[in-house]
């Protein structure tokens, strides 16, 4: 229809108040035609009457035609510039509510094109609010990654944050080290080892794609490794560069909604990233931790691992155990066999100590070819114990040079707290290396408590 003015409802009353007044003038030659005599009818009274007629019914048509079709319009445009100035401040403050669905829904009464304009808006708010919970979802899940360069740390909270986001029931995150995945973090599972060897996992890593297992609920599933009866586990590897990272998993009563997969993905490249980081900024800990001769802890780290095993024995009022030992007539190994087969022999004593301590039992390397062991929960007695079976281990090790074989022997000093009394762990070192001196000043290769 050809356009008058630039307001529709303008064009509208022009039109239908034209068609009435047409309707006006062409009305008394139909009554004419209708058997009544012109002489009454085409008269400039009548003309007038029913133009009049037509002008009037023209304008209750615009009426009805502002009042139904155009109070749904108005309403149509204030829930827009509703939504315009409530994406402004979403923008600015980061505050979904502004515009949540149950507040800029519109309410859908007709069948009609009306309607389907409704229908179509309302989907539009639900896809932005759907787009706006995405992204304060990868907003915080970023920022608490950013945050974060402990593996351990990291992994857990990554972990947290993913099933939140992801409406999920329980989960894991395997991190890939060492050419095998271990558990980095795991919450409602049941068996969280039994995911390592999962053949879903492993086909994840080997496709480089997202695995989804459906479980349908008319199927009774043995085994399964969360507390309740999943009936969706996603399964998300994690790539940095092409080298395989980890494993996400994730369990859902109620399945994953497309939203929510979608979500995942933009997780998944921010926690590629930072993982990454995090993975460097462990084994950059352990280089900083390790003698890089033995590979046990060096003097600054395992000095601090005292300070925090003499501090937990002091609140919680349990024993804990120092020894300190060197190997004896060290020097004459290096003089007689050499700086090489002498770091050799440094070797073999810290793996032959590794062997005779208890799990939870700390050793470093405390200068030269000096050695200590943190002892958690063991008393003086104990201390003797772990002491003398270390003595006799070294005594029965050897360390071959070409075709002669290098045997040594070991002096220890042992001592115990509560039962010597001290209020730093600084005197306990200093109890052992007194007993460890009175050790080689009576006879070397025996051991003797502080």
């Known amino acids: 229809m050809i356009r008058l003015t630039r307001k529709v409802f303008t064009d509208l009353a022009i039109w239908m108040t034209g068609l ?10 139909f009554v004419v035609m209708m058997g009544v005599e012109s002489g009454h009818v085409l008269t400039p009274w009548f003309f007038a009457a029913t133009m009049t007629a037509g002008f009037i019914v023209g304008g209750a048509n615009i009426w009805l035609a502002r009042e ?3 109070s749904r319009l108005r309403t149509l445009a204030d829930h827009m510039k509703m939504v315009e100035t409530s994406l402004r401040e979403i923008s600015r403050t980061g ?11 519109i309410t859908v009464d007709s069948n009609d094109e009306l309607g389907e304009s409704g ?4 989907y539009l708010i639900e896809a932005l609010a759907a787009l706006h919970r995405s992204d304060a979802a990868v907003r915080a899940f970023t920022g608490m990654l950013s945050s974060q360069l402990e593996l351990e740390t990291l992994t857990t909270q990554a972990l947290q944050q993913l099933l939140q986001h992801t409406n999920a029931n329980a989960g894991a995150l395997l991190i890939a080290s060492g050419g095998e995945l271990k558990i980095g973090a795991s919450q409602g599972i049941r068996t969280p080892a039994a995911i390592v060897d999962s053949d879903h996992v492993r086909r994840a890593l080997q496709t480089g794609s997202r695995l989804s297992v459906a479980l349908p609920d008319d199927v009774a599933v043995e085994g399964v490794l969360t507390d309740f009866r999943p009936r969706e586990v996603l399964v998300e590897p994690i790539f940095y560069k092409g080298v395989a990272l980890g494993v996400i998993v994730l369990a859902s009563a109620a399945g ?15 926690m590629a990233l930072a993982l990454n980081n995090a993975l460097t900024h462990d084994r950059l800990q352990k280089i900083a931790a390790l003698d890089p001769l033995t590979g046990i802890y060096n003097r600054r780290f395992g000095m601090a691992r005292l300070s925090e095993e003499f501090g937990r024995a002091v609140r919680a009022t349990t024993p804990v155990g120092v020894l300190m030992f060197d190997i004896d007539h060290f020097k004459k190994v290096n003089d007689t066999y050499g700086h090489l087969a002498g770091d050799r022999v440094l070797i073999q004593v810290a793996k032959t100590a590794r062997a005779a301590l208890r799990e939870g039992d700390i050793l470093m ?10 002892l958690p929960g063991a008393s003086k007695e104990d201390s003797l114990g772990v002491g003398e079976k270390l003595r ?12 002669q074989v290098i045997r040594v022997t070991i002096s220890v000093g042992a001592t115990s707290y509560p039962e010597f ?5 600084q005197e306990l070192v200093k109890r052992a290396d007194e007993a460890l001196y009175q050790a080689k000043e009576t006879g070397r290769n025996k051991v003797i408590a502080g």
């Not at 047409?22 to 030659?29: A, I, T």
């Not at 505050?95 to 829904?105: D, I, K, S, V, W």
């Not at 229908?119 to 309302?122: E, G, H, K, S, T």
């Not at 994953?256 to 921010?270: N, P």
């Open 365 to 374: 390397r405390y200068g030269g070819e000096e050695f200590l062991i943190i």
């Open 392 to 403: 006799r281990m070294v005594e029965d090790s050897s360390v071959a040079d070409g075709d």
């Open 256 to 270: 994953f909604s497309d939203e929510v997969k979608s979500r995942l993905d933009l997780f998944c490249q921010g």
């Open 119 to 122: 229908r179509a808006f309302n």
């Open 68 to 70: 139904v079709v155009g």
């Open 421 to 425: 009394e001290v209020t730093a762990d």
């Open 95 to 105: 505050n979904l509510e502004q515009c949540a669905p149950e507040t800029c829904f």
């Open 20 to 29: 009435g007044l047409m309707m006006g003038l062409v009305f008394p030659f």
